[in-house]
């Protein structure tokens, strides 16, 4: 029997996120033919509309139907060939299996090991390049964001590396979960490729992803002999609709594809990462209060490699992390990520990514809170502070303009 359940389910899961009403609506259209002019201009409206959410002026993005898993494919076969030597540090989960995918496509892959708690450290990477004097690495790949771990690794000290060691390697770069919750200018910052998927910071459903390819990649596809029509960049680069997508335009996904550019440059990207980077304080603020507790702690070890988009919360060894994730979803109405891989069962994480504002995370934050109380878990409530942080660091707005206050 169907029972109704009364109000709405706070999806906090690090992807899939919350899709924005206006979205949806978006999509809500009848199908239409996609060689029409109309369709095209759409179309055309978001490959242009993209490059500036990717920080890239003169190159490519290339939309897939696909998972990110189809974009981090197109990453290797465009650039790469069977028997090159690509450098992935390992980051987690994420980083992990990408790595797998590359040596599935006949990649040596070569990574440095970490503790899924803190980010990749630039120091290694440099020794890496600077040991590989006949430059047989051809490409270095990152995780921005790891999702599994929570922790954001330093894109801009990585480039540093690279370039201090005059080594001539890509940089490729991972950015499913950092896109549009976390700074990336991608030529600003001398990042040759940027992975992203549609489900997460960008507010649309699961199924599409992209490559924003910059013109140093654009130059070494050109080389590049590997066997691929799908996902090559060469052949999407004509006019025609039919080849950009390689197909039938995925056109209910491009309609929304739209409009969340839109609504993102309303917001203005400056705008949009303050507010995450404001809302993540406040998850963070309030986990801390948790943490006092002795029951939890953040799975990165280091503040300020704490990630923007999701907070990764690590349980003690005696306490089942399932059961929280479970119990918040099922009795509090609130559905929040588990732990993958190595950290399966020993972590929740809460996503704080794309369309989401104050109420909603003290929503979140509540809810695990009760979770926590329900599940009778020593903590220290901590919406308090989370509510204090917003409080003081919202935008001053709408004071009225005669100096009055509310005390
Ligand atoms: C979500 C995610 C992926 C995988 O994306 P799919 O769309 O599930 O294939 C890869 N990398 C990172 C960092 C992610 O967060």
Known sequence: MKSHRPGRQFLHTPGPTHIPDRVQNAMHVKAVDFASPEFMDVAVECFEGLKPLFGLKEGEVFIYTASGHGAWEAAFVNLLEPGD???????????????????ALGLKIETVENDWRTAIDPADVEEKLRADTDHTIKAVMMVHTETATGVTSDVPAVRRVIDAAGHPALLIVDAIASWLTTELPMDDWGVDVVVGASQKGLMLPPGLSFTAVGPKALEATKECKTFREYWSWSARLGFEQYRRFCGTAPEHMIFGLREAIEIIDEEGLDNLFARHARLADAARLCVGEWAKGGALEFNALRPEERANGLTVIRVREDLDAEEIR???????????????????NKVFRIGHMGDINDPMILGALGGVESTLGYLGLPYESGLGAAAKHLAETAPRLNRPADGRTYS
């Open 85 to 103: 030597t690509v450098l992935m540090p390992e980051t987690g989960r994420f980083s992990r299996v990408w790595g797998e995918m590359g040596e």
């Open 326 to 344: 479970r119990t918040a979803r099922d009795m509090f109405d609130v559905a929040c990520g588990g732990g993958l891989a190595l950290l399966a």
